[in-house]
């Protein structure tokens, strides 16, 4: 089924000036979300997955860094092209974040009713402060925080991780945002309140038909909450598709990897497979011509080497960055004896 885009990020730069030089942290990455769609953005830390969802809502601090090129059109509208009055409009609004550290997102010296309730007023989503009052009380109870009337009261250093997180992804639903980025949502939360909180966001989701672009390590969630994935290496997209074709058949040697590494108590026999190497820092990247994952890769070749690929459609929905994505194909249908 077709989807009206409703984000559409087409080749997004963000670079930062540092001391030791330029650093390209987002380097010409496209995707699109569709109404109520969810899409998971992968990889491994240093990949370039939260300063891609900083960059969307044009969060990422100038200095040092800036979005030097591309679009971000959210329902039309160019938030790269935006005023910064009219992008705080949006922010929280149209479009929401729970990121991924709670202690330093929060005011640390603002109470969480009024951390909360301005937020709703601040967007007139309600008509006075008792009626924001309410709501901002009924969202504690949906994101599972016991007692909310006495946490409400409380100020971010008197919560545990677990409860500031709950805090983050109540201010983020209040809005019912048309556009959520959930950076790393459940990272601090028990395996419990985790299905509570992935169940009230495909709750949202399905009522309100927005958009999700959700940043995470944990596959488990990947494969429970993302409609498509999209893997990122070293700055780059390396691999999108259906989530049930990226989990079944993955076609770019890192993702692969990805997939062999994470546990799973059915068929592990042994210890987990492991990527070797790691991550390129941002300064060697500027050593690299060819493929920016060849020194970790089993099917690296002198073209490898020398010649970076392009991202190509090898099926329905699966485009991959790799000279040797028929190779890996291959590789796993022969493992499993699909002929």
Request: aromatic share 2%; net charge negative; with cysteine.
């Given at each position: 089924?077709t989807?009206?885009?409703?984000?559409?990020?087409?080749?997004?730069?963000?670079h930062f000036?540092?001391?030791?030089?330029?650093?390209?942290?987002?380097?010409?990455?496209?995707?699109h979300?569709?109404?109520?769609?969810?899409?998971?953005?992968?990889?491994?830390?240093?990949?370039?997955?939260s300063?891609t969802?900083?960059?969307?809502?044009?969060?990422?601090?100038?200095?040092?860094g800036?979005?030097?090129?591309g679009?971000?059109?959210?329902?039309?509208?160019?938030?790269?092209?935006?005023s910064?009055?009219k992008?705080e409009?949006?922010r929280?609004?149209?479009?929401?974040?729970?990121?991924?550290e709670?202690?330093?997102?929060?005011?640390?010296?603002l109470?969480?009713?009024?951390?909360?309730t301005?937020?709703?007023?601040?967007?007139?989503?309600?008509?006075?402060?008792?009626?924001?009052?309410?709501?901002v009380?009924?969202?504690?109870?949906?994101?599972?925080?016991?007692?909310?009337?006495?946490?409400?009261?409380?100020?971010?250093?008197q919560?545990?991780?677990?409860?500031r997180?709950?805090?983050?992804?109540?201010?983020?639903?209040?809005?019912?945002?048309?556009?959520?980025?959930?950076?790393?949502?459940?990272?601090?939360?028990d395996?419990?309140?985790?299905?509570?909180?992935?169940?009230?966001?495909?709750?949202?989701?399905?009522?309100?038909?927005?958009?999700?672009l959700?940043?995470?390590?944990?596959?488990?969630?990947?494969?429970?909450?993302?409609?498509?994935?999209?893997v990122?290496?070293?700055?780059?997209?390396?691999?999108s598709?259906p989530?049930r074709t990226?989990f079944?058949?993955?076609?770019?040697?890192y993702?692969?990897?990805l997939?062999?590494?994470?546990?799973?108590?059915?068929?592990?026999?042994?210890?987990?497979?492991?990527?070797?190497g790691?991550?390129?820092?941002?300064?060697?990247?500027?050593?690299i011509?060819?493929?920016?994952?060849a020194?970790?890769?089993?099917?690296v070749?002198?073209?490898?080497?020398?010649?970076?690929?392009?991202?190509?459609?090898?099926?329905e929905?699966?485009?991959?960055?790799?000279?040797?994505?028929?190779?890996?194909?291959?590789s796993?249908?022969?493992?499993?004896?699909?002929?």
């Amino acid at each position: 089924m077709t989807m009206k885009p409703l984000l559409e990020v087409e080749d997004l730069e963000t670079h930062f000036m540092t001391r030791s030089g330029l650093i390209k942290a987002v380097d010409g990455v496209s995707f699109h979300i569709g109404e109520g769609e969810t899409l998971a953005l992968v990889g491994e830390s240093g990949s370039g997955k939260s300063v891609t969802a900083l960059s969307v809502l044009r969060l990422v601090p100038d200095p040092p860094g800036k979005i030097v090129g591309g679009r971000i059109v959210l329902e039309g509208d160019d938030l790269t092209a935006m005023s910064q009055a009219k992008i705080e409009d949006v922010r929280g609004n149209r479009a929401s974040m729970i990121f991924q550290e709670p202690l330093t997102a929060l005011n640390p010296i603002l109470s969480v009713r009024h951390q909360l309730t301005e937020a709703m007023l601040r967007h007139d989503m309600a008509p006075d402060r008792k009626a924001a009052h309410r709501t901002v009380l009924h969202m504690l109870k949906q994101v599972g925080i016991p007692d909310p009337e006495d946490r409400m009261t409380a100020y971010p250093h008197q919560l545990s991780g677990g409860m500031r997180q709950r805090v983050m992804i109540a201010m983020a639903l209040l809005a019912e945002p048309r556009l959520l980025i959930a950076d790393e949502p459940t990272t601090a939360l028990d395996v419990t309140i985790q299905a509570q909180i992935l169940e009230l966001m495909r709750q949202m989701r399905e009522a309100t038909g927005a958009a999700v672009l959700m940043i995470t390590h944990d596959l488990a969630v990947v494969a429970e909450m993302a409609d498509r994935v999209a893997v990122m290496y070293a700055g780059r997209l390396v691999e999108s598709a259906p989530v049930r074709t990226l989990f079944a058949l993955p076609a770019h040697p890192y993702t692969l990897g990805l997939k062999r590494s994470t546990p799973n108590l059915a068929t592990q026999r042994g210890q987990l497979a492991a990527i070797r190497g790691v991550v390129p820092t941002p300064t060697a990247l500027r050593g690299i011509v060819g493929c920016r994952f060849a020194d970790r890769c089993d099917w690296v070749t002198d073209q490898c080497r020398e010649e970076e690929p392009e991202l190509e459609s090898i099926g329905e929905g699966q485009v991959v960055r790799c000279w040797h994505a028929q190779e890996v194909l291959d590789s796993q249908q022969t493992r499993s004896g699909v002929q």
